[in-house]
């Protein structure tokens, strides 16, 4: 059973629903790919890849106006979590539906900011920062493998953020973190390898997928790194590079 189509359907409602007042919402995780990746957004299906909530993404300042939007929808704050995160995260839940609210910054493994981010695409996040939100986890799940690949596949690698992945975005976010591109290279490697692995994969997509994170590894490789980068990589793995996410 494919629930894509109904959670898009009600993500898109509330979306327009903050458009309208003025409120920056953006849609991230596996329905913001789904939801860019119409040529390819069948293999959802064929992956076996069912999405489990809905992720977004605001300002800190419309905090108080996505409680009161959300709660007209009838959603429930989880005023604990709320409590415990403050103005950095929400959760909300509407019988099984739960809703993922990030404000700011995306502060998983490692920290993505989305200051003056959020105005570039409509209703999703950029696709660059789409891929750095999966490029950042350190124990990618296969789910999230099965996104990249399929993003990769829509969408090609240049250097503006339309409808394409923003290259200069990633190189410029990795080239002062050593951390986060530590991180991202191995997540590189890694969606090569699983993408040779499913069968639904057609031989010159898979061609098309490792050109393209070839051509992200070139240029994150060949972008100057600060000194904060080079000092942090001489330490290496010998202290932990990311953070614990709860």
């Known amino acids: 059973m494919n629930d894509f189509p109904d959670f898009i359907q009600e993500t898109l409602t509330i979306i327009d629903t903050a458009q309208k ?24 299906g064929e992956l076996k890849r069912e999405p489990s909530d809905i992720d977004l993404i605001s300002y800190s300042k419309f905090n108080e106006q996505i409680l009161n939007l959300l709660s007209e929808k009838n959603y429930i704050p989880n005023k604990r979590l709320i409590a415990i995160y403050g103005r950095k995260r929400h959760v909300y ?10 404000f700011d910054k995306l502060e998983m493994c490692h920290s993505i900011d989305f200051k003056n981010r959020l105005e570039i695409d409509y209703p999703t996040i950029s ?7 999966k ?5 990618l799940t296969e789910k999230d493998i ?6 990769l596949m829509e969408h090609d690698i240049d250097h503006t953020d ?21 991180t991202a290279m ?4 890694k969606i090569e390898e699983y993408s040779s692995d499913y069968k ?3 031989k010159k997509d898979y061609k098309n997928i490792v050109a393209k994170i070839e051509k992200i590894i070139d240029a994150i490789e060949n972008e100057p790194k600060t000194l904060k980068w080079k000092l942090r990589a001489k330490i290496g793995e010998r202290i932990k590079w990311y953070q614990e996410v709860e």
Not at 135 to 139: T, Y
Not at 146 to 151: A, C, E, P, Q, V
Request: net charge positive; glycine share 4%.
């Open 200 to 202: 639904e994969i057609e």
């Open 21 to 44: 007042k003025g409120i920056p919402l953006r849609l991230l995780g596996a329905l913001a790919v789904y939801y860019h990746c119409p040529k390819f957004r069948y293999l959802y």
């Open 93 to 102: 839940t509407r019988g099984n539906r739960t809703i993922d609210i990030f």
């Open 146 to 151: 099965k996104d990249s690949i399929i993003l």
């Open 186 to 189: 191995r997540n590189l490697k």
């Open 135 to 139: 490029l950042q986890i350190v124990k």
């Open 162 to 182: 339309k409808d394409t992945i923003n290259v200069d975005r990633i190189t410029k976010l990795l080239s002062s973190d050593w951390g986060f591109y530590h």
């Open 127 to 133: 696709l660059a920062d789409l891929f750095l939100t």
